[in-house]
C-alpha cells in the first residue's frame, strides 16, 4: 500500500539511454520525476501482473510522456488484461496520447519464453506463484563483440582506422584490395552482456531459478521476516530467507530485496538484511530511489 515516505513497487533499467521500466505503482511518475533521468529514453514498460500496486501508477507516466514533443512509441506488455487495462483507462480519462501503443500480451501458446527483443537487450517472461496470474521477467543485454586483436590484424593488413572499429563492432569489412575480413578473424568469441532478473509477488517456485540463473544482479521481492512466513504463504509472498535461498541456488552474483511489507518500518531494514545474510552474504535490501551500476561480466 502506499506509505508517507515509502513508493511503490517500481525498476528502471538505463542502457545505452533506452529506459525500460518494469512495474509501475501508484505516484511512478513523482519517483521518476526525482530522479531526474527523463521520460524521452522511455520505450517499454513491463507489468508483472494486475494488482494495483504494480499497474497504477502507468497511466500518469503515459500522460507525463505525451508532454513531450515527438515522443518515441510506446510498449506495454504484461499478462493478459493489460491492454484492455491501459486502453480503457485512456478511453475513460480522455487524456492526450501523441504517439502509439504496442502491447505485448503473455500467451501460453508463444513458442518460447522470449518476450520482447531490440538492438540492446532480450526481455524473457515465466509465470510465478501469486493469488493471481503474475509473471517473473529476465533481461539479457545483447552479446558483444569478441576482444579485438591488434596484432591478428596487422597480420592481415588492416589500416589503424574505420575498418578496425568496424571489426570491433562485430561488422565484416573489405580491404582496398578487395579482401573481405570477417570480425572472428581478428576477435575473439563473442562475450555475453549483463543479466538481470525482477521478480515480485511470488511463492517459491521453480520459475525463480530460471529467471535468476547467474543473473548478476536479481531484484527479488522479500516481504517478510522468516517469523511471519505463515503470513507469507496465504498472501503468495517470499521471506527474506526464502528469497535468498533461490537467489543462491540459481547461482545469482547479487540480490537486492524489494517489495517489503508496510508492516515494517524503515528502523526494520536493517533486521530483514541481517536475517537474509545468514543465508546470502552478497543481498542487500533495497531503498527507494537507489541506483545501481551493474559492471561487464569480464
Known sequence: MPMPGRYLASMAIRLDGRLYLFDAGEGTQLAWKTCRIGLRGLSVVAVTHLHADHCLGIPGLMMLKAQLDDPEPLT?????????????NHRILDFHLNYPLEFIEWSADAPD???????RLRIFWEPLEHTRFCLGYRVEETERPGR??????????IPEGPLRGRLQRGE?????????VAPRQVAGPPRRGR???Y????????????????ADLAFIEGMFLPEHAEQAR????????????AARKAGTRQAVLIHISPRYGEDDLDRLERAAREHFQDVVVGR????YSVPLPD
Open 76 to 88: 506495454v506488455m504484461g499478462p493478459p488484461g493489460i491492454r484492455e487495462f491501459i486502453l480503457e
Open 234 to 245: 496465504a498472501k503468495g509472498h517470499l521471506t527474506v530467507v526464502e528469497a535468498v535461498r
Open 288 to 291: 527507494d530511489l537507489q541506483v
Open 195 to 197: 543479466h538481470l532478473a
Open 148 to 157: 579485438f586483436h591488434p596484432d591478428a590484424a596487422d597480420a592481415l593488413g
Open 172 to 180: 565484416s569489412v573489405t580491404l582496398p584490395s578487395g579482401t573481405v
Open 199 to 214: 521478480v515480485v509477488d511470488t511463492r517459491p517456485t521453480p520459475a525463480i531459478h530460471r529467471l535468476c540463473q547467474g
Open 113 to 119: 519464453w522470449k518476450a520482447y527483443e531490440d538492438d
